[in-house]
């Protein structure tokens, strides 16, 4: 990330001071000359070492007035910052998890890495490239998607136990299907899909959306970091959140830093407070 800047960083893991607020804001200008170059991205993004089940982080990027589209993609959005630190996201995960919804529109393919970024891989004992998986309530995948023809490893399909067999038959030599049904056998259930995905040996976990999966895994207390880019632009119109759905959960979160860089984008990163 050339040009780069940090604002400011603070450890992973922090009391929550919501029952001893105080009335005072206690406000502070952030600010620093600090330059951040590529190397420093995995330490600042590391995951925590001693993850016990499994890590969830989710990447996304808004806009100033919170879409996160614009033209109806999340590209639209994207600076060569964000493409950094989204490259290198994907290089520190396991696997990449992603609606099928999101697949389509953003016409998805398997995730590529440099040479540099797989011996760095290799060295902390994963797989060379990080594997897509694809969730998906009806099972309705087209074998011509570029999840399927333009990927180095075959990905995951997270399904439900009503589609899996067909699906399994839909998509016979291109993915390894999953039933991630909880007590209901029409629907994927989220805390079930993190536990398939740990049994695979699978525990630092990356989703890029959409947004309706994203919100499924809020509702659930599912989601440990959120790492946001927040564009320079706004985008009116109808634009989505990053998370949307039907049910709705507070999760508080401490901020881990801010990055900025000379386009005026701001890359956070925010930590859950540990769990009672």
């Not at 087209?142 to 023809?149: G, L, Q």
């Not at 030599?173 to 209901?184: I, R």
Request: aromatic content about 4%; glycine content about 12%; proline content about 6%.
């Amino acid at each position: 990330m050339h040009a780069g800047t940090v604002a400011a960083c603070c450890n992973q893991f922090v009391p929550d001071p919501a029952a001893g607020r105080s009335t005072d804001p206690s406000l502070t200008l952030l600010g620093s000359q600090h330059p951040v170059d590529d190397g420093d991205l995995p330490e600042l993004y590391g995951y925590p070492a001693d993850v016990v089940g499994t890590w969830l982080r989710a990447n996304f990027i808004s806009s100033i007035d919170g879409g996160a589209t614009a033209d109806g993609t999340s590209g639209g959005l994207a600076g060569p910052g964000d493409r950094a630190v989204f490259v290198m996201l994907r290089s520190l995960a396991d696997v990449i998890v992603v609606g099928a919804g999101t697949v389509r529109i953003e016409g998805y393919s398997g995730a590529q890495l440099g040479a540099a970024e797989r011996r760095q891989r290799q060295a902390r004992g994963q797989n060379e490239i990080p594997q897509l998986a694809i969730v998906t309530k009806s099972g309705r995948l087209s074998r011509d998607m570029p999840a399927f023809t333009r990927t180095e490893v075959p990905p995951l399909v997270l399904t439900t136990a009503a589609t899996a067999v067909e699906t399994r038959r839909q998509l016979t030599g291109l993915a390894e299907v999953v039933d991630c049904s909880g007590n209901d056998p029409g629907e994927v259930d989220e805390a079930v899909l993190l536990a398939r995905l740990a049994d695979r040996g699978m525990h630092r976990i990356l989703t890029e959306g959409g947004p309706m999966l994203l919100g499924s895994f809020i509702e659930r207390d599912l989601l440990d970091e959120l790492c946001l880019t927040i564009a320079p632009a706004m985008v009116g119109g109808l634009a989505r959140r990053i998370a949307t759905g039907p049910g709705q959960l507070q999760t508080r979160m401490h901020c881990a830093h801010v990055l900025t860089d000379d386009a005026g984008y701001l890359y956070t990163r925010y930590v859950r407070y540990p769990r009672a």
